[in-house]
């Protein structure tokens, strides 16, 4: 398993790690199973955030008394200073530890940056120098932000959505992050659970120095993940010929299902029924054309239009017309007018 630099932080760290957001769908015995065996089988970051319910808790709960073995990762929401120390307390208290190895601010919409007017770079500044945060971190889901963060020189790692659904401007953006030596991980490394060939992932990714924060909750995501440690996967022409397959038939406006949208005003689940035709032809479809899913897709005609959805998207959709376009193409699989 390749080892890679998250850049001036120093983190020396297999290229395979633990994106713990799915953890908070499971029970803490088995997170713990899972956290614990992600460690044996040879992973050592482990990313989290205040956002993910009990995630931390169950962190805290896996690696009580064994904190110097990994890195921990957490982010915070928060908008003023005094949010901010509080999270950072709470996240802290969660993980029963007195530091964490990279904290960041959590999907911003802004560069925070000193003298700004926010007070939330010198939030982050303190607690560094009080050694509860030994490197300061960003994550952002826009790419015009994240640019900025990058020539900024402020941050020491930067978090932002990679995969080998990638723009030239995605892969720019992670060369100029190696340029300016900052860590780069990579979220949403499945592009919402989309992506399907593990192989495939991990190959476009060791092309790049990039950490990839995998989202695990079951056992068997876990053990494909971890048989990397044991297997050594690189780009070859077979892979590559698959990854452009795939990138025709998924580029272009999609969901990738991360639910920034969510709650919606009449009740539709935008995060699945925005991206239910590209789910349809990468799992059986039976799955989604039972009763309740075809309840759930119906719903999407009591839209009215409120633009909360669409407003929140870090990825800039037009989730409405997103939405009824999925419908239609739904319709269209049910009454036989297109094939699965």
């Not at 790690?17 to 050592?44: C, I, S, T």
């Not at 971890?226 to 580029?251: G, P």
């Amino acid at each position: 398993m390749r080892e890679i630099v998250l850049g001036k932080t120093g983190i020396k760290t297999p290229q395979n790690a633990f994106g713990a957001l799915p953890v908070q769908r499971v029970d803490m015995n088995m997170a713990v199973k899972l956290l614990r065996g992600a460690y044996e089988g040879g992973m050592r970051f482990f990313d989290t955030a205040r956002a993910y319910s009990d995630s931390e808790e169950k962190l805290g709960e896996a690696f009580d008394g064994m904190r110097d073995k990994i890195f921990i990762s957490s982010k915070t929401m928060a908008k003023t200073p005094e949010k901010f120390r509080e999270d950072l307390e709470t996240t802290l208290k969660n993980l029963r530890t007195d530091y964490l190895d990279i904290y960041q601010f959590h999907c911003v919409e802004r560069c925070y940056k000193p003298g700004d007017g926010t007070g939330m770079y010198e939030a982050m500044l303190e607690a560094k120098e009080q050694g509860k945060v030994r490197h300061i971190g960003i994550t952002a889901h826009l790419i015009g932000v994240a640019e900025e963060i990058v020539e900024s020189g402020l941050y020491e790692t930067l978090q932002f959505p990679f995969s080998y659904l990638a723009s030239e401007r995605d892969i720019e953006l992670v060369k100029k992050a190696k340029e300016a030596d900052m860590g780069f991980i990579a979220m949403k490394g499945l592009s919402g659970g989309l992506l399907t060939n593990s192989e495939a992932c991990m190959a476009f990714m060791s092309q790049y120095d990039a950490l990839p924060i995998w989202g695990i909750q079951r056992e068997e995501e876990l053990k494909e993940w971890l048989s990397f440690f044991e297997k050594d996967v690189e780009m070859t022409d077979e892979i590559r010929a698959f990854i452009e397959e795939d990138r025709k038939s998924l580029m272009g406006e999609f969901c990738r299902g991360c639910g920034y949208c969510m709650p919606c005003t009449v009740g539709i689940q935008i995060n699945n029924c925005a991206r239910m035709i590209q789910l349809i032809r990468r799992a059986p479809s039976a799955n989604f054309l039972s009763d309740e899913w075809k309840a759930n897709m119906f719903q999407i005609e009591d839209c009215v239009d409120c633009g909360l959805c669409k407003s929140r998207c870090p990825y800039g959709l037009d989730t409405p017309n997103l939405l009824r376009k999925n419908l239609a193409d739904y319709k269209d699989i049910l009454e036989g007018r297109a094939k699965v």
